[in-house]
């Protein structure tokens, strides 16, 4: 093969289908594309790909392995670096990361790092194998993981392979933090993540559902069962509201609560599941996010005949990923940008009916980089609709940080830690957004990795 063939285009359902259904919408390589796609590799002696990785997978090297049709040596040389390659391989915003520090996308089209790691994950999975890094000898020294977000699964999967008894305790009934209860199941089947998290099970992880730090137990209380050190990833689920009128009327929903009854409680499947969402005939989504997206696409699907995404900025400055932008137009969703809500309006029963917004122009920059949006004198308009999902982002859950008053936090709530997720308490390290805020799966795993290093230099010091 030649390395001048062009970038394969990954095959996708059908629009008109899919708004119909909640299966994925990528459909993921072939061999014979993967093949097209891992020869145009080319195996660069110093590899810009692999410093773009916040896990530093050793990307060349695992698409060699997929060029020579070494498949199950690929997957497990890619396993590790990264204990959640199908998860990785589907949500990760590699267009911003080991793709465009690769070297082949400054003259042409980047190699397709994610498509290749999703390719070699399916393949595993497609043919009922379980790659299983190797572990060293147990030690008996109790380390406790509080979370189960990709932060929390990265830090117990390393700490479990240097011989740590690891416990994560995570308060849903589920593991996969925000991967099962925020994505949905068109983006990231649940299926895949209870699949990734045997792989940790297989390590020697126990997971103890249920289990809410802060209230059932405190860090203390495992202090005294025996834990020597801990990390918090308990991600910041804790939604950001709107100062406006109408906050309190029916059909006003957080995007947290909106996916998390469709996606952990599976409202996508009523009545097989008893959670009912009556989305109605028109739904608007205030946001411009990537969980924005994924609430328009959930209503969507869930029977809404419109839904409208309505964002304060521009299109340039919204901060969703371009590809799921790309799948929301398809699927008709409409945007009104430089769009900024002042009231929700409701009837006489309480329900929402109309969403007043008021048309904005960008000024100069603001603290986050992007030119501050200001309003327009005498533009306001009303949007009739008949639900109004809140997704402008979320912040730090009080729920744990309050019983560790010794614990140094941020003004907004956030885990004071070093660049290897130390705080100022010796045994407590944390990572993820409960540290960064809202941030990328991949960043997050990052994390959890530096504290996985850090909490065994502390253990053995």
């Given at each position: 093969?030649?390395?001048?063939?062009?970038r394969?285009?990954m095959?996708?359902?059908?629009?008109?289908?899919?708004i119909?259904?909640?299966?994925?919408?990528p459909?993921?390589?072939?061999?014979?594309?993967a093949?097209?796609?891992?020869?145009?590799?080319?195996?660069?002696?110093?590899?810009?790909?692999?410093?773009?990785c916040?896990?530093?997978?050793?990307i060349?090297?695992?698409?060699?392995?997929?060029k020579?049709k070494?498949?199950?040596?690929?997957?497990?040389y890619?396993?590790?670096?990264n204990?959640?390659?199908a998860i990785?391989?589907r949500?990760?915003?590699?267009?911003i990361?080991?793709?465009?520090a690769c070297?082949?996308?400054?003259?042409?089209?980047?190699?397709a790092?994610?498509?290749?790691?999703?390719?070699?994950?399916d393949?595993?999975?497609?043919?009922?194998?379980?790659?299983?890094?190797?572990?060293?000898?147990?030690?008996?020294?109790k380390?406790?993981?509080?979370?189960?977000?990709?932060?929390?699964l990265?830090?117990?999967?390393?700490?479990?392979?240097?011989?740590?008894?690891?416990?994560?305790?995570?308060?849903?009934?589920?593991?996969?933090g925000?991967?099962?209860y925020?994505?949905?199941?068109?983006r990231?089947?649940?299926?895949?993540?209870r699949?990734?998290?045997?792989?940790?099970e297989?390590l020697?992880?126990?997971?103890?559902?249920?289990?809410?730090?802060g209230?059932?137990?405190?860090?203390?209380?495992?202090?005294e069962?025996?834990?020597?050190?801990?990390?918090?990833g308990?991600?910041?689920?804790l939604?950001?509201?709107?100062t406006?009128p109408?906050?309190n009327?029916?059909?006003?929903?957080?995007?947290?609560?909106?996916?998390?009854?469709?996606?952990?409680m599976?409202?996508?499947?009523?009545?097989?599941?008893?959670?009912?969402?009556?989305?109605?005939?028109?739904?608007?989504?205030?946001g411009?996010?990537n969980v924005a997206?994924d609430?328009?696409?959930?209503?969507?699907?869930?029977?809404?005949?419109?839904?409208?995404v309505v964002?304060?900025?521009?299109?340039?400055?919204?901060?969703?990923?371009?590809?799921?932008?790309h799948h929301?137009?398809?699927?008709?969703?409409?945007?009104?940008?430089?769009?900024?809500?002042?009231?929700?309006?409701?009837?006489d029963?309480?329900?929402?009916?109309?969403?007043?917004?008021?048309?904005?122009?960008?000024?100069?920059?603001?603290?986050?980089g992007?030119?501050?949006?200001l309003?327009i004198?005498?533009?306001q308009?009303?949007?009739?609709?008949?639900?109004?999902?809140?997704?402008?982002?979320?912040?730090?859950?009080?729920?744990?940080?309050?019983?560790?008053?010794?614990?140094k936090t941020?003004k907004?709530?956030?885990i004071?830690?070093?660049?290897?997720?130390?705080?100022?308490?010796?045994?407590?390290f944390?990572?993820?957004d409960?540290?960064t805020g809202?941030a990328?799966?991949?960043?997050?795993?990052?994390?959890?990795?530096?504290?996985?290093?850090?909490?065994?230099e502390?253990l053995?010091s």
């Amino acid at each position: 093969m030649t390395k001048t063939l062009l970038r394969p285009k990954m095959p996708e359902q059908d629009p008109k289908e899919r708004i119909h259904n909640f299966e994925e919408v990528p459909l993921g390589y072939s061999e014979e594309m993967a093949q097209i796609e891992a020869n145009r590799c080319l195996q660069c002696a110093d590899p810009k790909c692999i410093n773009g990785c916040p896990v530093n997978i050793d990307i060349p090297g695992f698409i060699k392995l997929i060029k020579e049709k070494e498949y199950r040596k690929a997957i497990e040389y890619i396993k590790e670096f990264n204990i959640l390659p199908a998860i990785c391989g589907r949500v990760c915003p590699q267009e911003i990361q080991c793709e465009q520090a690769c070297i082949l996308g400054k003259k042409k089209e980047p190699i397709a790092i994610g498509a290749l790691e999703r390719f070699i994950a399916d393949w595993e999975r497609e043919n009922s194998l379980k790659a299983c890094p190797d572990c060293q000898p147990p030690n008996n020294i109790k380390v406790a993981i509080i979370g189960s977000g990709p932060a929390s699964l990265t830090c117990a999967a390393d700490l479990a392979r240097k011989g740590y008894e690891v416990t994560i305790f995570e308060a849903l009934h589920k593991g996969g933090g925000v991967l099962v209860y925020g994505i949905p199941e068109f983006r990231l089947p649940k299926e895949i993540v209870r699949e990734e998290i045997e792989t940790l099970e297989m390590l020697g992880v126990k997971i103890e559902y249920n289990k809410i730090i802060g209230k059932i137990l405190t860090i203390d209380d495992l202090r005294e069962m025996g834990y020597k050190a801990f990390f918090i990833g308990v991600g910041a689920g804790l939604p950001i509201m709107l100062t406006m009128p109408g906050l309190n009327l029916n059909g006003v929903v957080t995007a947290n609560e909106f996916l998390t009854r469709a996606n952990l409680m599976k409202a996508y499947k009523f009545p097989e599941y008893d959670t009912p969402i009556n989305v109605g005939r028109i739904v608007t989504v205030i946001g411009g996010g990537n969980v924005a997206l994924d609430s328009a696409r959930v209503a969507l699907r869930l029977g809404a005949e419109k839904v409208i995404v309505v964002y304060r900025r521009s299109e340039e400055e919204m901060p969703a990923r371009r590809a799921e932008y790309h799948h929301a137009l398809e699927e008709g969703i409409e945007f009104q940008f430089l769009t900024n809500p002042i009231e929700i309006i409701g009837d006489d029963l309480s329900n929402v009916r109309e969403l007043k917004v008021i048309k904005m122009k960008l000024g100069e920059l603001d603290d986050s980089g992007r030119r501050r949006p200001l309003p327009i004198e005498n533009s306001q308009y009303l949007i009739p609709t008949d639900m109004v999902i809140l997704a402008i982002g979320t912040r730090a859950n009080p729920i744990l940080t309050r019983t560790l008053p010794k614990l140094k936090t941020t003004k907004s709530g956030y885990i004071e830690t070093d660049e290897f997720g130390r705080t100022n308490i010796e045994d407590i390290f944390a990572g993820g957004d409960i540290v960064t805020g809202s941030a990328t799966v991949i960043s997050a795993m990052g994390a959890g990795r530096m504290a996985a290093k850090a909490i065994d230099e502390y253990l053995n010091s």
